[in-house]
């Protein structure tokens, strides 16, 4: 009998980055979880000097696609945001990005 690996329903892609995942990474979403906690449980190791509390942005990441599928932008978030230099529309704290199920999300990380 054979058992076939079941294939997620929605994945999150990350862009590579020259040290984290240089090649890439596709990885199964996890609705109510946010990108940051999928990535670490995926061994992604992305920044998150204040322990994914909305404290710092070292988790910036750029959503690339998917918006429909995370959480909205909240008031702090936003604060945190105005901070850095290289905010961009498609700007989120990974920590605050709750996946919300739906479809794909695509990301990259700026850190």
């Known amino acids: ?3 076939l690996k079941k294939k997620p329903a929605h994945t999150i892609t990350i862009l590579p980055h020259p040290t984290l995942c240089p090649e890439g990474e596709v ?3 996890q609705t109510g ?3 940051a906690e999928i990535l ?3 061994d992604i ?3 998150h000097s204040c322990q994914l509390q909305c404290a710092c942005t070292t988790c910036h990441v750029h959503l690339m696609e998917g918006e429909a599928y995370v959480s909205k932008l909240h008031a ?6 105005n901070t850095l230099p290289d905010r961009r529309r498609w700007s989120r704290l990974a920590c605050q990005a709750i996946y919300q199920g739906g ?3 695509v990301v990259e990380i700026c850190n």
């Open 40 to 42: 670490l449980d995926n």
């Open 103 to 105: 479809g794909n999300v």
């Open 76 to 81: 702090e978030e936003d604060r945190m945001l």
């Open 45 to 47: 190791e992305i920044s």
């Open 27 to 29: 990885v199964a979403a």
């Open 1 to 3: 009998m054979f058992f």
């Open 33 to 35: 979880k946010s990108i």
